[in-house]
T-cell receptor, first 110, second 113 residues
Framework: DVKVTQSSRYLVKRTGEKVFLECVQD?????MFWYRQDPGLGLRLIYF???????EKGDIPEGYSVSREKKERFSLILESASTNQTSMYLC?????????FGSGTRLTVV | GENVEQHPSTLSVQEGDSAVIKCTYS??????FPWYKQELGKRPQLIID?????GEKKDQRIAVTLNKTAKHFSLHITETQPEDSAVYFC????????????FGDGTTLTVKP
């Protein structure tokens, strides 16, 4: 079974802080994704990566950046956290049969 | 870009009844359509998918149909059980584009015992 691990289940950060969300997959997949999930809005794509050091913007990249220095690790960075970035963040790794998601990080920005 | 609309947003059925969730997509290049189930407090999990060269696919009590001409696809759950209660998401993707998926807004299904 593919395992996608997100380092934190819950995080509370202050406005203006730089925040790192980490995601690791164990199956050598090339494609990894960061989504945020908000009630009534489904899952919205922030950034994705199709290879090491390669990244592309999704539908809502503003206020975020990403890093992929190693194939197994895809990090989401909030350069200066704001309250409207309070959300559930889901990392996913792609197989030939859809995504395997991490368990999510619920981020609260106060 | 791709736009996926999902209906209804909430659905309540009696145990044993059928449930149908419908999605439409806008990009005719989309060729892979997965469905995910997310139970309360858990991650979304793939339950069934269909590719554009197939019109219907079944897996026990769940089935998915695809109408490429009309650009819509549907999830059918028969003989619903309380454990089917969850949020269901449809998605559309182009397999050559890193496989990035565009999701519908989700349907909250409640199965009443």
């Amino acid at each position: 079974d593919v395992k996608v691990t997100q380092s934190s289940r819950y995080l509370v950060k202050r406005t203006g802080e730089k925040v790192f969300l980490e995601c690791v997959q164990d199956m050598d997949h090339e494609n990894m994704f960061w989504y945020r999930q908000d009630p009534g809005l489904g899952l919205r794509l922030i950034y994705f990566s199709y290879d090491v050091k390669m990244k592309e913007k999704g539908d809502i990249p503003e206020g975020y950046s990403v890093s992929r220095e190693k194939k197994e690790r895809f990090s989401l960075i909030l350069e200066s956290a704001s309250t409207n970035q309070t959300s559930m963040y889901l990392c996913a790794s792609r197989t030939n049969y859809g995504y395997t998601f991490g368990s999510g990080t619920r981020l609260t920005v106060v | 870009g791709e736009n996926v609309e999902q209906h209804p947003s909430t659905l309540s059925v009696q145990e044993g009844d059928s449930a149908v969730i419908k999605c439409t997509y806008s990009d005719s290049a989309s060729n892979y359509f997965p469905w995910y189930k997310q139970e309360l407090g858990k991650r979304p999990q793939l339950i069934i998918d269909i590719r554009s060269n197939v019109g219907e696919k079944k897996d026990q009590r769940i089935a998915v149909t695809l109408n490429k001409t009309a650009k819509h696809f549907s999830l059918h759950i028969t003989e619903t059980q309380p454990e089917d209660s969850a949020v269901y998401f449809c998605a559309a993707s182009i397999s050559t584009n890193a496989g990035k998926s565009t999701f519908g807004d989700g349907t909250t299904l409640t199965v009443k015992p």
